[in-house]
């Protein structure tokens, strides 16, 4: 199946370093997402970038995609404890289906 | 408030019982999905329904039924013919279709614990 792959899988962090994450896919895509997890709960919405568009702010969160590439990236700058979950990309290709990554857990230590 | 529902948070099952869990959406979303998470292996489909009384398997299908009788809900049923059902299922939903695209919701969760 299709589905996004994030690297790294684990990150720790000192509050208010930036954290990056990537995520590649195999085949073309409609719209690839970012979601967030705390620990035991459902995934909430970051932010949904289309495949004609190459970059997209929200907050501080910053995705890129690069569709030459098949990968994304999502950086999110001056990292607070509150940050700390795990984050997933998920990829969209046009068929109703929605592929999750394995995640990526990050750790912002006060 | 609008929002996607699971119920119960936990559940537990015994060997070779089948158990449902609940989802139900007021968003008035068309799509609705199933997922189960293991600890190191992110969301796996199970199952997703594009419109009522419509379903397809997604990538984990065996051991679990669905269907999809009203908008607003899509019950998953393991089934004991699911060898590893401990896990934890996420239920998601969202509007639009193909190239529109748009973004999931999704409930908080149960955690199915075989006894």
């Known amino acids: 199946s299709q589905q996004g792959e994030e690297d790294p899988q684990a990150l720790s962090i000192q509050e208010g370093e930036n954290a990056t994450m990537n995520c590649s896919y195999k085949?073309?895509?409609?719209?690839l997402q970012w979601y967030r997890q705390n620990s035991g709960r459902g995934l909430v919405h970051l932010i949904l970038i289309r495949s004609n568009e190459r970059e997209k702010h929200s907050g501080r969160l910053r995705v890129t995609l690069d569709t030459s590439k098949k990968s994304s990236s999502l950086l999110i700058t001056a990292s607070r404890a509150a940050d700390t979950a795990s984050y997933f990309c998920a990829t969209d290709h046009g068929n109703n289906r929605l592929a999750f990554g394995k995640g990526n857990q990050v750790v912002v230590i006060p | 408030d609008g929002g996607i529902t699971q119920s119960p948070k936990y559940l537990f099952r015994k060997e070779g019982q089948n158990v449902t869990l609940s989802c139900e959406q007021n968003l008035n979303h068309d799509a609705m999905y199933w997922y189960r998470q293991d600890p190191g292996q992110g969301l796996r489909l199970i199952y997703y329904?594009?419109?009522?009384?419509?379903?397809q398997k997604g990538d984990i299908a065996e051991g679990y039924s669905v269907s999809r009788e009203k908008k607003e809900s899509f019950p998953l049923t393991v089934t004991s013919a699911q060898k590893n059902p401990t896990a934890f299922y996420l239920c998601a939903s969202r509007s639009g279709q193909g190239a529109a695209g748009t973004e999931a919701f999704f409930g908080q969760g149960t955690r199915l614990t075989v006894v």
């Open positions: 085949t073309s895509i409609n719209n």
């Open positions: 329904s594009q419109i009522v009384n419509d379903f």
